[in-house]
């Protein structure tokens, strides 16, 4: 049976919407120098066309709420990440520096995170908001992210050999100093410090 006309655009519909991601993703990448108003236009219109419109098959009808769900998200992430940008402030979209921007010094140093263990095996919440506070430091500065297993390992070690040494607790701090992460474990002598 061939596809009705409602499928073929549909279809043509999830290509666009695949091709406007595509091209929102290369200008937020710095590969586009502005954003993809034509395609983003031709979907509009698209969607537009099948919301005023009436599609009696149930399966269509579902299709295209999807898709249009997944365009409404796609519009509000973009629209949040190109206010951020003419606001010069960090959006949703990892951005690379420019080698052009002098680095600032002193006041971009600051702490992000202050966590304490006795044993991170059994404080996993405590151990998953340092993680995600040290990826997200690094992310910052352009930088990947350790894999969770290697950060969760390197945390019991440093535990372990410092509780060796005496320390009952020890605190890791992510930090960000001269535009670098810096990720300190120190052992914590009393009960309180």
């Known amino acids: 049976m061939p596809p009705s006309s409602i499928d073929r ?3 043509r519909l999830e290509a666009e919407l695949k091709q406007l991601e ?3 993703n290369m200008f937020f990448a710095g590969r586009l120098p502005k954003p993809p108003w034509e395609t983003r236009a031709r979907v509009d ?6 919301d005023r419109g009436h599609i009696p098959n149930t399966g269509d009808r579902f299709r295209f709420s999807t898709l249009q769900s997944r365009y409404a998200t796609f519009i509000d992430l973009w629209d949040r990440g190109l206010r951020a940008r003419e606001e010069g402030r960090p959006g949703p979209f990892p951005q690379k520096v420019r080698p052009s921007e002098p ?3 002193g006041p971009e140093d600051r702490i992000l995170h202050v966590s304490s263990f006795r044993d991170p095996v059994r404080e996993i919440d405590k151990l998953t908001d340092l993680y995600e ?10 930088e990947d992210a350790p894999p969770f297993h290697k950060f969760a ?4 070690n440093q535990v372990k050999k410092l509780r060796d040494t005496g320390s009952p607790e020890v605190a890791f701090r992510v930090a960000v100093k001269d535009g670098k992460v810096n990720f300190t474990a120190r052992g914590l002598k009393g009960v309180t410090e």
């Open 22 to 24: 595509a091209e929102y």
């Open 9 to 11: 655009d549909l279809t």
């Open 153 to 156: 390992e390197l945390v019991k």
């Open 133 to 142: 506070s040290l990826a997200e430091a690094r992310r910052e500065v352009g």
């Open 103 to 105: 680095e600032k010094k």
């Open 45 to 50: 219109a698209i969607v537009k066309q099948f």
